[in-house]
């Protein structure tokens, strides 16, 4: 873009992760994971000023899995993650040194199937551990922040399938320390009307809290942010017939509070950074709604597996009657993959058509753009298997953020090892 650095960007990535399970006979078994991420990404804002961010995220999860019955089955699960990013401009250091979030989980779920009749209920605490260190966008004199919340949540489930008929309820409730109660749920309903066709309905609502992160740093509002609330109502119709599976959902999604990202100073004059350097900052959006149509389809021809979906839609910001920012009204995948021999081989294309960047009538256009990815696989022994991948095949300069070029031609080559 003319009006940023044209210096080159750095990026460095760098993911450890693995997963060890153990069966300690047939009823019960221990899994364990870990994660391990580091992130620098440079990128610019004006035609001098150069950002690095640097992130490094850390989790690890234990798991016990038990079938006390045919009937009754337990998953038990803890989890504990650290998120770090620090900012640096030019190499000096602009806003906090650091920004820190210390997660905890804990999951219990129960599934008990009687005949036709499936029963759930899960029991999940989670608990958030925010440290914010430095001066910008702190009180004076002022150089640690500190904040902490707790989700405690419960849900419960009902299905039920016989003949024709498939029926689905869910509940849940929620209790944050901080915005208090709510309950969600949803009801879902199918019918087969001959061995090939389905048709189906479904409606529900959804609760999101705005993380620690969107509240207290820098790029927090100058007014509180609120939770995110919907209301969802589904409408499907599905053909299966051997490999050919065909499908068409309309739904309409209506948000309350829609938590996202606004750029630029003039939607977020909070004062916690220098008005030439502010870049955007969370933000409700008070009503929005996505409203449209879902295609699916695929199908085995010979040896070739061929499947694609398109998307179309009314993303809409209701109060201001306007397109909802960064997202697009059409939106495509298509693919195809064979074996060749001990090779699998895979491509696939897609698309979307253009974004605005913000709600204002002079708000930048993100053009669409069309991506083209190739893959390939195949086995060097029982446990490992070697993957070569091609993204963004013809090199194509887009945008799905206004002044953040995305990724051009990359190839990866990599090995996979998964003990059996």
Request: proline fraction near 4%; charge should be positive.
């Amino acid at each position: 873009i003319a009006t940023q650095n044209p210096d080159s960007d750095g990026y460095k990535s760098m993911n450890v992760n693995g997963r060890l399970g153990f069966q300690i006979n047939a009823e019960h078994r221990l899994e364990a994971n870990f994660l391990n991420n580091k992130i620098a990404a440079q990128y610019d804002q004006g035609l001098t000023r150069d950002f690095i961010r640097a992130n490094q995220v850390e989790t690890v999860g234990i798991q016990w899995q038990a079938k006390w019955s045919q009937a009754y089955n337990t998953r038990l699960g803890v989890t504990y993650g650290t998120d770090r990013g620090e900012d640096a401009l030019n190499g000096s250091t602009l806003r906090p040194p650091f920004d820190q979030t210390k997660t905890s989980g804990f999951i219990w779920q129960n599934n008990y199937q009687t005949g036709a009749h499936a029963l759930s209920a899960t029991l999940e605490n989670k608990k958030d551990q925010f440290l914010l260190m430095g001066t910008t966008g702190l009180p004076t004199n002022v150089t640690s922040l500190t904040r902490e919340k707790s989700q405690n949540s419960l849900a419960l489930g009902y299905g039920w399938a016989a003949g024709v008929h498939t029926v689905q309820f869910n509940v849940r409730h929620d209790r944050d320390s901080e915005f208090g109660g709510k309950s969600t749920g949803s009801a879902a309903y199918a019918l087969a009307i001959t061995p090939r066709w389905k048709i189906s309905g479904s409606v529900g609502t959804s609760f999101r809290v705005p993380t620690l992160y969107q509240r207290f740093t820098v790029f927090s509002p100058p007014t509180p942010l609120l939770p995110e609330s919907g209301r969802n109502v589904e409408l499907g119709l599905k053909y299966v017939e051997g490999t050919r599976r065909y499908g068409v959902v309309a739904y309409r999604n209506k948000l309350t509070n829609l938590l996202t990202f606004v750029s630029g100073a003039g939607p977020c004059p909070s004062g916690l950074l220098p008005a030439a350097t502010r870049v955007g900052c969370y933000a409700n959006t008070a009503q929005a709604s996505y409203t449209g149509l879902t295609f699916t389809a695929s199908e085995s021809i010979g040896n070739f597996n061929l499947y694609g979906s398109l998307d179309v839609q009314n993303p809409k910001d209701l109060t201001l009657n306007k397109q909802l920012a960064r997202r697009a009204k059409r939106h495509a995948t298509f693919g195809v993959d064979t074996r060749i021999g001990a090779w699998t081989l895979a491509g696939d294309v897609l698309m979307s058509a253009l974004r605005y960047e913000n709600t204002t009538a002079t708000s930048p256009v993100l053009p669409g753009y069309t991506l083209v990815n190739l893959s390939a696989s195949t086995p060097l022994s029982k446990d490992w298997k070697a993957l070569v991948r091609v993204d963004n095949l013809t090199d194509k300069t887009y945008q799905t953020i206004n002044g953040y070029a995305s990724a051009r031609r990359a190839l990866y080559v990599g090995l996979t090892w998964a003990p059996q």
